[in-house]
């Protein structure tokens, strides 16, 4: 089946330190890939995304690039600040028949100064 | 950027009572739109995806008959939790897809700001 699996939290970190947040996903065919982030209380904000083997997505300073030979899409970002505290989705999207997204159970970034 | 408003952002009311949360693409039209539902500190639950004109399509194991939607334009979608039990009570959120012309590859999903329902 589909799926999407992300490295648990929370993670924590210094202001300025490099993160790295795995994500891997099984899926049938070529499917689109997606980072998103959800600050407290609110809904979910599109960071990024990678259509195709090898693209890279890339917003805010974080990247990510999609693998297909490791079937990975893990989001990294060289410098966090605080303001990065948020919890982080990966997501993939399934093209055949309906959009239908999976996410992964998120990842919790706190970063402290 | 297309823009998803969702309404109410807060509701809290008592057991037994019926909740109606709108879900409104404010500058693109989407033919179809999605329901979550997510518990504290967990991931969000696909519960529907709501078609323009036609049924919802529900989730196994989401009640249709306790989870009313309806899509009756191309630019709003409602859910109304009928009669509603502190079970309930929970993170609901929508979210709208741009139209995908013919690349096939899927746009991104344009999420509203969710409504946290308190059921007492």
């Known amino acids: 089946g589909n799926s999407v699996t992300q490295m648990e939290g929370p993670v924590t970190l210094s202001e300025e330190a490099f993160l790295t947040i795995n994500c891997t996903y099984t899926?049938?065919?070529?499917?689109?890939l997606f980072w998103y982030v959800q600050y407290p209380g609110e809904g979910l904000q599109l960071l990024l995304k990678a259509t195709k083997a090898d693209d890279k997505g890339s917003n805010k300073g974080f990247e990510a690039t999609y693998r297909k030979e490791t079937t990975s899409f893990h989001l990294e970002k060289g410098s966090v600040q605080v303001s990065d505290s948020a919890v982080y989705f990966c997501?993939?999207?399934?093209?055949?028949?309906?959009?239908?997204?999976?996410f992964g159970t998120g990842t919790r970034l706190k970063v402290l100064a | 950027g297309a823009v998803v408003s969702q309404h109410p952002s807060w509701v809290i009311c008592k057991s037994g009572t019926s909740v109606k949360i709108e879900c409104r693409s404010l500058?693109?039209?989407?033919?179809?739109m999605f329901w979550y539902r997510q518990f504290p500190k967990q991931s969000l639950m696909l519960m529907a995806t709501s078609n323009e004109g036609s049924k919802a399509t529900y989730e196994q194991g989401v009640e249709k008959d306790k989870f009313l939607i309806n899509h009756a334009s191309l630019t709003l979608s409602t859910l109304t939790v009928t009669s509603a039990h502190p079970e309930d009570s929970s993170f609901y959120i929508c979210s709208a897809s741009q139209p995908d012309g013919h690349s096939g590859r899927g746009q991104p999903q344009h999420f509203g700001d969710g409504t946290r329902l308190s059921i007492l």
């Open positions: 899926a049938t065919g070529y499917p689109s």
């Open positions: 500058d693109f039209q989407a033919t179809t």
């Open positions: 997501a993939l999207i399934i093209t055949s028949g309906t959009y239908k997204y999976i």
